[in-house]
């Protein structure tokens, strides 16, 4: 919680307040989200969400360690960061770390042996100050700096962040000023070990007596002279004699099925990296969200839980995620023909390959893709989205185009009578939209539109169109 201040008492004192203020909160309310304000569905989060407990009503306990620089013993700190890792490591626990951006540059060994560890790396500011003192820009320059030091060692808080001093950490302002700037998680915590302060055992296993409750947060320091690595085997072994088990960081900030889900994916190391969001409301109630760094999670009563993710993800974003008429997902992303993806949803699916992008297809121009064999079929991937045309909708295939209209249904057309139709002026020509797919005439093949016909004589590849 405090490691160094230029006015270190009157910080120190403080934060000795608020934490036995926040215990009792704490005690009531469980995990604290920062009330936001009404948006739109499936946007960015008005506030930074604050959590001092995980979601957890069972007994499971989240680990997390601060740690700030300069200190006045360097090398005692370092020791205790290697012992921290090693104890974690040997109980098969990962933690949460919040690090100042200048002990990120001063100590980048260690900080890449947390990350290397599997643990959550959480921004703590660049110098550790405190935060309701200081302008919306000041914050932001805070974090920037800090998240630059991570960023220049190839890592990232992905948009977690803990407050100094645990200053100002459910302040309204602070956490607009977080969610603006795209740090969505404030990490907070339950109750500090205190070993910060070189407190004995006998302090320390009282607290955690106290204040250990379900999905309790720790905080503790690593820093000298605090006691709490010393300890550490103690506390986990305290813990484990009351009944607790160990949950990550990355889980306690995730909730049923969409945990689930996310867990079943592998975790923080899936390739959906990190939860950078809390779980949010997705649209109205029985829905939710979350974000995570390379993907997100849907859930809906009834629906099911499905990840979006990729080029899917960004052209469903692009459409307004679950505000569009795609809607939500109806099962995750599969594999299609020929290295593509595809995914459905409620309105429609989305294909991606790497030669076409993502695009739409739905409705009745799906129905006839679909039949015709879709990617797997001559006509291949969609090239467009669907589109309004004269007289009706069409999308555009790698193959072909494949048109409909209330009166005529959703035909095909493709190679050579589609060159000759679309250099007409396709359906805003006189033939109109088509009544049949392509067929098979004597010496060729035929498409019947609403107003004639184009023949493909296929022993000389040309075209002749008859008007009715």
């Known amino acids: 919680m405090i490691e160094q201040s230029s006015n270190g008492v009157v910080r120190r004192i403080r934060a000795v307040l608020v934490a036995a203020a926040v215990l009792v909160l704490v005690a009531a309310v469980g995990v604290v989200v920062a009330p936001s304000r009404a ?176 999905g309790a947060i720790l905080v503790m320091h690593v820093s000298a002279p605090s006691t709490d690595p010393g300890y550490l085997q103690a506390i986990i072994d305290k813990l484990r004699g009351m009944g607790y088990g160990f949950a990550s960081p990355y889980r306690a900030v995730t909730v049923g099925g969409i945990r689930s889900k996310y867990l079943a994916l592998g975790g923080p190391s899936s390739a959906f990296g990190a939860p950078v969001t809390a779980e949010m409301v997705a649209t109205t109630s029985g829905t939710a969200v979350q974000w995570f760094q390379r993907g997100r999670i849907y859930w809906r009563s009834g629906v099911g839980t499905y990840y979006v ?46 030669a076409t992008g993502a695009h739409t297809v739905n409705g009745a121009i799906r129905t006839k893709w679909t039949a015709l064999g879709a990617e797997a079929g001559f006509l291949g991937y969609p090239v467009s989205d669907e589109v309004a045309v004269t007289g009706g909708r069409a999308s555009q295939f790698q193959g072909g185009n494949v048109y409909w209209s209330s009166a005529t249904g959703a035909h095909e057309v493709h190679g050579a009578i589609l060159s000759r139709y679309v250099s007409l002026d396709g359906t805003g020509s006189r033939l109109g939209l088509p009544t049949t797919d392509e067929y098979a005439v004597t010496g060729g093949r035929r498409s019947d539109f609403q107003h004639g016909a184009i023949v493909l004589d296929t022993a000389t590849g040309t075209t002749r169109v008859i008007y009715t």
Request: proline share 4%; glycine share 10%.
């Open 309 to 354: 993710f990729g080029g899917v993800l960004t052209k469903y974003r692009s459409l307004g995620t679950v505000t569009s008429f795609l809607g939500f997902p109806l099962g995750d992303e599969q594999a299609g023909a020929n290295g593509g993806r595809y995914q459905r949803f409620q309105g429609g699916s989305i294909y991606w390959s790497s």
């Open 39 to 214: 948006v739109a569905a499936d946007t960015a989060p008005y506030r930074a969400a604050v959590f001092t407990k995980g979601y957890d009503s069972t007994k499971l306990v989240t680990l997390t360690f601060d740690s700030d620089w300069p200190t006045s013993d360097d090398e005692r700190t370092r020791a205790n960061i290697s012992s921290v890792l090693d104890t974690l490591a040997a109980n098969g626990i990962t933690a949460g770390f919040g690090l100042t951006g200048r002990f990120v540059t001063q100590n980048p060994d260690a900080t890449r042996a947390i990350a290397a560890g599997g643990h959550k790396l959480i921004n703590h500011s660049w110098d550790h100050p405190d935060f309701l003192t200081l302008s919306q820009s000041a914050r932001w320059s805070q974090l920037d700096r800090a998240e630059a030091a991570y960023r220049a060692l190839g890592l990232t808080s992905a948009g977690w962040f803990r407050t100094p001093y645990r200053s100002g950490y459910l302040d309204p302002g602070v956490n607009r000023d977080l969610a603006l700037r795209g740090w969505y998680v404030n990490l907070d915590w339950t109750y500090d070990t205190t070993g910060y302060q070189a407190k004995p055992w006998s302090v320390i296993s009282q607290r955690i007596d106290a204040y250990t409750v379900p």
